[in-house]
């Protein structure tokens, strides 16, 4: 087997956390040492905390250069809340109207009386 070993391509030599190397042939058959970039975590829900789904993990300035539909989803709070967050958002906001309406029935009801 050959000769395993490489030269780092950057100044300094240490294997830290934003200095990853990963050994790579090159074609002309020289073994050369390739960055690897940081893996980023991606959007979150705003509510839970959540991965959103549906949107690229990249760096949040990577975004920028993405197609409007790659950054966002095709709801209301898309990009920003979870499915389970926007339907509670609506429960919710559905059952105060209607404990609106019923506060407002029966103060009518009292009245007449």
Request: net charge positive.
């Given at each position: 087997?050959?000769?395993?070993?490489?030269?780092?391509?950057?100044?300094?030599?240490?294997?830290t956390?934003?200095?990853?190397?990963?050994?790579?042939?090159?074609p002309?058959?020289?073994?050369?040492?390739?960055i690897?970039?940081?893996?980023?975590n991606?959007p979150?829900?705003?509510?839970?905390?959540?991965?959103?789904?549906?949107?690229?993990?990249?760096?949040?300035?990577?975004?920028?250069?993405?197609?409007k539909?790659?950054?966002?989803?095709s709801r209301?709070?898309?990009?920003?809340?979870?499915?389970?967050?926007?339907?509670?958002?609506?429960?919710?906001?559905?059952?105060?109207?209607?404990?609106?309406?019923?506060?407002?029935?029966?103060?009518?009801r009292?009245?007449?009386?």
């Amino acid at each position: 087997m050959g000769d395993s070993r490489y030269t780092r391509s950057a100044r300094h030599p240490y294997n830290t956390r934003s200095h990853k190397t990963r050994a790579v042939k090159t074609p002309g058959g020289k073994l050369t040492g390739q960055i690897i970039k940081k893996a980023s975590n991606g959007p979150k829900c705003m509510d839970c905390k959540c991965s959103l789904q549906g949107i690229k993990h990249l760096k949040s300035t990577a975004y920028k250069n993405l197609k409007k539909r790659e950054r966002t989803v095709s709801r209301c709070y898309g990009g920003a809340a979870c499915a389970s967050c926007v339907k509670m958002r609506i429960v919710r906001a559905f059952l105060l109207e209607e404990q609106k309406a019923v506060k407002k029935v029966l103060a009518e009801r009292n009245a007449k009386k």
